[in-house]
């Protein structure tokens, strides 16, 4: 079984993200980005899959511009088997993403697309539910534990939130992954030094007949408001009557 | 409680700006350690410092290491950390890839330690150790010696130590009093005391590879009578693995200041079957040969030491809000103005900083020329850089670890009366780097060194070796206008460190007190000057780049290199001063008097 994994090139979340002066988005010259934690989390996933005897190949898809290689070298170097990089500078909204996905998985036939419920980014949450509509596969999303069966189907574990959901799917399918899914792990020493040497494929939005273009258009990005200081209460009481007739939470 | 960030924005700026690492990769045997493939290591072990070692740091002080019936537990999560390390691979960075090793360069290995000693020095002896064990054996090991324990050196689940001194011997180990009895079946049996062995007994790895100085039965007195063994905890069998047990045991260990996770061990050698690592009666130029590496790691413990220091007191002094600037309210919102805005936290701060950068740029340009002697295709370009490498590693081993220690200082300075609380984690800092000072040779033992040996090998050559490259670059950068202000206090400062090494050459000829009278100031004075010829090199790049992209970063390096210039500098004045008082007052009272 080959598994293909989603990884996006996002601002690190160490980052503290600051807005452009011009409100048309986000800082990102000279900010450290990184792979998006939720799709390490994919990563880390697919590569346990291969090494319980799982999954015969991994390997880690990203779109972008030419840096997004950093990050497919970072998924190589964590034990992916290979790279597929499509390139473009154009913005990349959740549906194109998931129609260039749905190129790559008509070109590899993976039967398990492991994808991040969002990225940290924008935060989307869209990406993975669309690539198994078009592809008309099985959805499983805010995974946080995969059983591979043996007769081609899955179990997930779903965290909702009423708690915890588990679901049989059939392959192929399409997963999200949550934090809990797993804790990746550190690329090995030896591993990085072989990420090197793994292949990655070029592929361009036109080569897969693909038109990236956005549907969207972002109007303005501020920052969010500052919160004000808080104030002391001096009895239960005054709490009680400022939750009822100030906040009206209670 | 201070976090760590790897620096490695300054890591990549020394290392691909200032000394052009990329071309590291053209040597024979280096082609893996591409620019890309290094920033994907530093990153890595970046992380690894900050996520695994740095939280583990504090635990380990309060904890320490404890002693029961010969063996030595580690503190909580010390085993762990440990496994995920060798897991990673990251012992054998530097090593051989005939015995398992990635092969990378020296200089990448700096860095690395540098950053887990910054996060937990206590952590980095162990795999310290053991690297040194690896160099003794990889240098002067039979293939034999080699085949049985560099693969498990290089993988971490065996670990090294390095057996030297006893207890009336530290400094003066032509003293050492370890016998080695000849074995009828080639081996050897060791009996005697060790002290003071780092790593000498832990809960870490399956064995424990004990490299041994010790007095054959024959051997002439002093330090022409010491050979190198290797003797293992358990000694091992047909299969590679760790067999029967040894006769050498741990019999206690010391309570001590600073570095407690680090476990400091009595070890007790009753007759312990051993190998003979090299020729008889040659264990101490064995030794020296992996003693510089050694103590070139141990100047990488100050800086990372130094590093960690700064990151905590910035971020302490951006947040404590104490009194006002005495330019007016900084910040009018807040009850006071956060202590940054005070010229003596900054004062602070930037000697921190400005020294930790230099320092970092010195020691990456040593490891690199270590590099260079030992994969450059042109021997004479070898020579050269081991040249430059002997003398700048007493120069590296001795400032950098003064340097850990003094900024860990001002570290707790910065925070006030919360720095002598333990909870804080900045007295660590300064009771982990007091050792740094003290072995692989004391401090006032570099000086030695630099001046008694570096000094008049071959000549002179090796100084030559660093002063006709500073001062062919100074002069030509102070025909550049808007390098004036850099290169000018640098060619004073040089002149200084001239002459004071004129002056020690005719007054060590007349009275050889003089050289050990002067050799701690003019190591300081040697420092001061390396790092005032980098400053100038960082500048020079600053200045061609400051209108580009990365803008604050170049600016903070000017910054940096002028406040070097004015306020640390002048330093060499005061000690230029000193030394060429000569040894008179030193030596006048007679030790009755004292
Ligand atoms: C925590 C810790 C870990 C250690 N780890 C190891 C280890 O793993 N393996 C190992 O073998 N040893 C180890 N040591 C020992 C360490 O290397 C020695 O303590 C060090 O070399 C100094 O020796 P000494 O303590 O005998 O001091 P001494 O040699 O007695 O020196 C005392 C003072 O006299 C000065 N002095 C001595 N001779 C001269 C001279 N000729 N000229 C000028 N000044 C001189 C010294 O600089 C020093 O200031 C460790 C020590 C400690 C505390």
Not at chain 1, 223 to 235: D, I, L, N, T, W
Not at chain 2, 409 to 428: A, D, K, P, S
Request: charged share 20%.
């Amino acid at each position: 079984m080959k598994v293909l994994v989603a990884v996006k090139r996002v601002v690190d979340f160490n980052v503290k993200v600051r807005v452009k002066a011009d409100g048309t988005g986000v800082e990102t010259a000279n900010v450290k980005m990184s792979m998006n934690p939720f799709d390490e989390i994919g990563v880390e996933e697919a590569v346990r899959l291969k090494e319980g005897g799982k999954a015969t190949e991994v390997i880690a898809v990203s779109l972008g511009p030419t840096q997004c290689q950093e990050t497919i070298r970072t998924a190589l170097a964590m034990g992916a088997d290979r790279g597929i990089h499509v390139q473009t500078d154009v913005e990349l909204q959740p549906l194109a993403v998931a129609k260039l996905l749905k190129a790559v998985v008509d070109k590899e036939q993976p039967q398990l697309c492991i994808l991040g419920k969002q990225a940290i980014d924008d935060d989307a949450n869209q990406t993975g539910q669309m690539l198994a509509a078009l592809l008309s596969w099985s959805q499983a999303t805010f995974a946080s534990k995969l059983v591979i069966n043996g007769d081609g189907t899955a179990n997930v574990t779903r965290e909702v939130d009423g708690g915890l959901e588990t679901i049989q799917a059939k392959l192929p399918l399409v997963m999200t992954t949550d934090l809990r899914l797993n804790e990746p792990r550190y690329a090995s020493l030896p591993n990085i030094m072989k990420a090197k040497k793994k292949p990655i494929e070029q592929l361009t939005p036109e080569a897969l007949g693909v038109d990236p273009a956005p549907r969207l258009k972002t109007l303005k990005v501020v920052e969010p408001p500052k919160r004000k200081a808080g104030v002391k209460v001096k009895s239960v009481a005054e709490l009680v009557d400022k939750l009822r007739n100030e906040a009206k939470v209670i | 409680m201070p976090t760590y960030t790897a620096p490695l924005d300054d890591m990549r700026f020394v290392l691909f700006e200032l000394l052009g690492a990329d071309k590291l990769a053209e040597l024979p045997g280096f082609g893996d350690a591409t620019q890309d493939v290094v920033e994907a290591v530093l990153e890595e072990a970046g992380k690894f410092a900050a996520n695994e070692l740095q939280p583990i740091n504090h635990s380990g002080d309060e904890e320490g290491c404890h002693y029961e019936n010969g063996t030595v537990t580690t503190p909580k999560g010390f085993k762990e950390a440990y496994a995920k390390f060798i897991e990673g691979g990251w012992t054998g960075l530097p090593c051989d890839p005939e015995f398992g090793g990635q092969g990378l360069p020296k200089v990448v290995n700096f860095a690395v330690e540098e950053m887990i000693c910054s996060a937990n020095l206590s952590f980095g002896m162990y795999p310290g150790l053991s690297n040194g064990a690896y160099n003794a054996l990889a240098l002067h090991g039979t293939s034999e010696q080699k085949a049985t324990y560099l693969p498990k050196l290089v993988a971490g689940t065996w670990s090294g130590t390095m057996c030297l001194t006893e207890p009336h011997c530290g400094t003066d180990l032509g003293l050492i009093k370890t016998r080695a009895e000849p074995d009828a079946d080639g081996s050897y049996k060791i009996t005697g005391t060790k002290i003071f062995i780092s790593a000498g007994e832990h809960d870490l790895t399956d064995n424990i590879v004990h490299l041994v100085l010790a007095r054959l039965p024959d051997a002439p007195a002093g330090i022409r009578g010491i050979s190198l063994f290797v003797c293992p905890k358990f000694i091992p069998n047909t299969s590679g693995e760790a067999g029967p047990r040894n006769a050498v045991r741990c019999g206690s260990i010391e309570h001590k200041m600073g570095i407690k996770a680090s476990a400091t061990c009595v070890m007790n050698f009753d007759g312990a079957t051993a190998w003979l690592v090299g020729q008889p009666n040659k264990g101490m130029s064995a030794m020296f040969t992996m003693m510089n590496a050694a103590r070139l790691a141990v100047g990488m413990q100050g800086l990372g030491i130094a590093e960690a220091a700064y990151q905590g007191a910035v971020m302490y002094a951006k947040d404590r809000l104490q009194m006002r600037a005495l330019s007016g309210a900084k910040f009018p919102d807040k009850p006071a103005d956060p202590i940054i805005v005070h010229p003596d936290v900054r004062r602070m701060l930037l000697t921190m900083r400005a020294l930790t950068e230099g320092c970092r740029a010195v020691s990456y340009w040593v490891g690199m020329e270590l590099d260079i002697s030992r994969h450059h295709p042109d021997e004479k370009r070898r020579q050269e850089a081991d040249d430059l490498v002997a003398l700048l590693t007493p120069v590296v081993k001795a400032f950098l670890t003064d340097h850990g220690f003094h900024a860990a200082n001002l570290g707790v300075q910065v925070f006030g009366g919360h720095g002598y609380i333990r909870e804080w984690g900045m007295e660590q800092l300064v009771r982990d780097a007091r050792i740094t000072q003290i072995y692989e040779g004391t401090n006032g033992i570099q000086g030695l060194d630099l001046v008694g040996r570096k000094l008049s090998l071959g000549m002179g050559r090796l100084l030559r070796r660093f002063f006709h490259p500073v001062g062919a670059y100074l002069e030509a950068a102070a025909e550049k206008p808007e390098m004036v202000e850099f290169a000018l206090p640098s060619m004073k400062a040089f002149a200084k460190l001239q002459q004071a090494t004129a002056w020690l050459a005719q007054a060590g000829l007349k009275n050889p007190e003089e050289a050990g009278a002067a050799a701690t100031d003019y190591l300081r004075l040697f420092a001061l000057v390396a790092l005032a010829y980098m400053w100038c090199r960082m500048a020079e790049i600053a200045l061609r780049k400051q209108a580009g992209e990365k803008a604050p970063f170049y600016e903070a390096k000017l910054v940096c290199a002028r406040f070097f210039m004015t306020r640390l500098l002048p330093e060499t004045n005061t000690l230029f001063a000193t030394l060429t008082s000569g040894s008179q007052t030193l030596m006048a009272l007679p030790a009755e008097a004292f």
